[in-house]
């Protein structure tokens, strides 16, 4: 492609022309991903349980460290390091992100608990679980708007 990789890794035809079954984009590469829903006034998080929506929320409303008894459990993870020597590839995207199930008899909202990861300046919310359990990934329909990959010597 006599592309600088960094540039190369954002071409769709670079894995066409990679024929690797195993990488067929960027969501494939191996290395240290994180990714999450970035805290912004447009993006929310919907629980529903029985069909029908109980709760709407931010994560402004998840992530209130002035409280003196928090609103919702919440696990928040700092990571504050510089960027060593690699290839990195941000991306955005906008629309439906995640959508998540787990099969339970009832629902208390103590039992769910949110994961936050703070990236430098950026906070992400990560998968939540319910009651120590993984829940599903059922589905995502997103579009992407923003990608940049660039080399750190």
């Known amino acids: 492609m006599k592309l600088p990789l960094a540039t190369a890794l954002l071409d769709p035809f670079f894995y066409y022309y990679l024929k690797i079954p195993a990488i067929a ?21 919907e629980i529903w349980y029985d069909g029908k929506k109980i709760k709407k929320l931010h994560i402004a409303d998840i992530d209130q460290d002035l409280l003196l008894f928090p ?3 919440r696990n928040k993870i700092e990571i504050t390091e510089e960027y060593s020597p690699g290839i990195y590839v941000e991306q955005q995207v906008i629309g439906f992100v995640g ?27 990560q998968p939540p ?9 059922k589905k995502k329909e997103t579009l992407l708007t923003y990608q940049n990959g660039f080399e750190v010597e």
Do not use: C, M, V
């Open 25 to 45: 984009s960027t969501e494939h590469l191996p290395g240290t991903k994180w990714s999450g829903l970035l805290d912004s006034a447009r993006n929310q998080i």
């Open 71 to 73: 609103l919702y459990n």
């Open 99 to 125: 959508s998540y199930e787990l099969n339970i008899e009832s629902f208390d909202l103590e039992d769910l608990q949110f994961h936050l990861l703070q990236f430098n300046d950026k906070l992400l919310l």
């Open 129 to 137: 679980t319910y009651s120590n359990q993984k829940l599903r990934f």
